[in-house]
């Protein structure tokens, strides 16, 4: 059965400093894997996706990577801004449907 | 429309009462899902409808929910007789391609049963 884990669940950055965020899944049969923001009491954006076949993925500030045979993906947030402050979670499609499992999230605060 | 839309926005109903949460998706997505979101289970799948497709319903979690999808397009996820546990947020997501393109969240229907 698949398993997503986010770690740190929580993280407190000052303004200017780069972002990490992690995402491992236990079964690497994954179809695709969508990074995602959601803010309070707002639904899902959709951030990045990444192809089984692809190793990364970039846009803007933000960047990708996914592992799929360590079963791991990371997130970059380059030059952290008050405004990049959310719950960020990861999902992976294991099956044809497309359903997404998703990680627990990470909830990011950005101090100014 | 220019994203998915759910409604109503909020709902607070009192327990054993039936609820209904519609759900238009994105024109032209063809692909429809719904989610639930709660404080101690975090996001899970519920049910999946794909063009005229029989749906995907492995995720609803007892037989008082049901969903249906009129025309291709909009949704609608119906709760019969309400418990406490129901208290959650419903997203509701489209997509073109969910394996090529991703998918795409509307603001999500939170419920809150008394």
């Known amino acids: 059965k698949q398993e997503v884990t986010q770690i740190p669940a929580a993280l407190s950055v000052p303004e200017g400093e780069n972002l990490v965020l992690n995402c491992s899944f236990t079964d690497s049969a994954i179809y695709n894997l969508q990074w995602f923001r959601q803010d309070p009491g707002k639904g899902l954006t959709s951030l990045l996706l990444?192809?089984?076949?692809?190793r990364e993925q970039t846009s803007g500030r933000l960047n990708a990577s996914l592992d799929k045979s360590s079963g791991r993906s990371t997130l970059y947030i380059a030059a952290s801004q008050p405004g990049d402050s959310a719950t960020y979670l990861c999902?992976?499609?294991?099956?044809?449907?497309?359903?997404?499992?998703f990680g627990a999230g990470t909830q990011v605060v950005v101090t100014p | 429309g220019a994203g998915v839309s759910q409604s109503p926005s909020n709902k607070v109903t009192e327990k054993g009462k039936d609820v209904e949460l519609r759900c238009d998706p994105i024109s032209g997505h063809t692909a429809l899902y719904w989610y639930r979101q709660s404080l101690g289970q975090g996001l899970e799948f519920l049910i999946y409808f794909q063009g005229n497709s029989a749906p995907d319903k492995s995720g609803l979690p007892s037989d008082r929910f049901s969903a249906e999808r009129t025309g291709g397009s909009v949704s609608t996820l119906t709760i019969q007789r309400t418990q406490q546990e129901d208290s959650a947020v419903y997203l509701c997501?489209?997509?073109?391609?969910?394996?090529?393109?991703?998918?795409?969240f509307g603001p999500g229907t939170r419920l809150l049963v008394l």
């Open positions: 997501a489209s997509s073109l391609a969910a394996l090529a393109a991703g998918q795409y």
């Open positions: 999902a992976v499609i294991t099956d044809s449907w497309g359903k997404l499992q």
């Open positions: 990444i192809q089984s076949s692809q």
